[in-house]
């Protein structure tokens, strides 16, 4: 059964820094990852996805990046807004087809 | 639509109750999923759909748990004498043709309806 970790649950850095949020897998044998933002009260937004045979993706101030032999991915903020303020998720898809989500990582960018 | 939309976006019902949650996908996309999200947890799975037919629906709950998609389109959670443990964010997301074999497709959500039983 596929299991994603998120570490660490929740996280504080000034406005300006660079930041990165980390995803550990179990299992290995995904077909893509993805990261989403959740702002509080509301759905989720995607950020980035990556494909099994990529290594990264980037869009704007965001890159991501998939070491599938590993089991972990990385979402890499730079410049910190306080507009960066959400928790962010990772979800893998495995063989099921469905997305398996991790629990977290509650961004505060503090002005 | 723009985007995948939910119905109601909040409902509030008694224990005992049944309810119905709406979710209209993407157009023109084939696969819809179901999740459920409970306070400081990230979603749960429920339900996959590809077209009109539940390609994995191992998710449910229990028996209480029911969902339909009869035109490929529009879908419809129900839930039958409701608990207070149903109380959750219900998310539906869409994507073009599903993960996995199909295709690398990215998965967009809706806003969730929020439901609370009392």
């Known amino acids: 059964k596929q299991e994603v970790t998120q570490i660490p649950a929740a996280l504080s850095v000034p406005e300006g820094e660079n930041l990165v949020l980390n995803c550990s897998f179990t299992?290995?044998?995904?077909?893509?990852l993805q990261w989403f933002r959740q702002d509080p009260g509301k759905g989720l937004t995607s950020l980035l996805l990556i494909q099994s045979s990529q290594r990264e993706q980037t869009s704007g101030r965001l890159n991501a990046s998939l070491d599938k032999s590993s089991g972990r991915s990385t979402l890499y903020i730079a410049a910190s807004q306080p507009g960066d303020s959400a928790t962010y998720l990772c979800?893998?898809?495995?063989?099921?087809?469905?997305?398996?989500f991790g629990t977290g990582t509650r961004l505060t960018i503090i002005p | 639509g723009a985007g995948v939309s939910q119905t109601p976006s909040n409902k509030v019902t008694e224990k005992g109750k049944y309810v119905e949650l709406r979710c209209d996908p993407i157009?023109?996309?084939?696969?819809l999923y179901w999740y459920r999200q409970s306070l400081g947890q990230g979603p749960e799975f429920l339900i996959y759909?590809?077209?009109?037919?539940?390609?994995?629906d191992s998710g449910l709950p229990n028996d209480r748990f029911f969902a339909v998609r009869p035109e490929g389109s529009v879908s419809t959670l129900k839930i039958q004498r409701t608990e207070r443990g149903d109380s959750a964010v219900y998310l539906c997301?869409?994507?073009?043709?599903?993960?996995?074999?199909?295709?690398?497709?990215?998965?967009?959500f809706g806003q969730g309806t929020r439901l609370t039983v009392v």
């Open positions: 759909f590809q077209g009109t037919g539940a390609a994995d």
């Open positions: 157009s023109g996309h084939t696969a």
């Open positions: 997301a869409s994507s073009l043709r599903g993960g996995g074999r199909r295709g690398n497709t990215e998965a967009f």
């Open positions: 299992d290995s044998a995904i077909y893509n």
């Open positions: 979800a893998v898809t495995s063989g099921n087809e469905k997305l398996t």
